[in-house]
């Protein structure tokens, strides 16, 4: 009921804007023009992830890449992707987080061509 929720089929997606998470509203003072956002992104290691997105009042605004996985880095993060990105608070009144794969995942699903993805519900944002 809250809005704290995210969609997949099999990447686990985490999305913090200024320490609030999906669901959540973030208050800006009018002076700010930067927004901290966090994405975490954790999947085994057979499935192929390849980007990051960030999605702002609808309209894809950034991406990133998702590194090849390497045995080491779950050791260190325990994640598959954990990014920080500044971005320009001008405008901005809800965000959402999207990460996908390019390469299907048939050893996972019966049907064939079913690409890695997830999306977060919105962090919302207000001035004050």
Known sequence: KAG???VSNGPLLELEVEGKSPGDTVSLAQSARFLRVTVRVDAPSWMDLTEIEL???GQKRLTAAVDPWAGFQKLINNARALRTFELRSAGVHSIVALVRGQRPMDE???RRNVL???FTNPVWVVRK
């Open 116 to 118: 890695p993805f997830a």
């Open 108 to 110: 996972l699903f019966d």
């Open 55 to 57: 999605w702002v009042n």
């Open 4 to 6: 704290r929720a995210f």
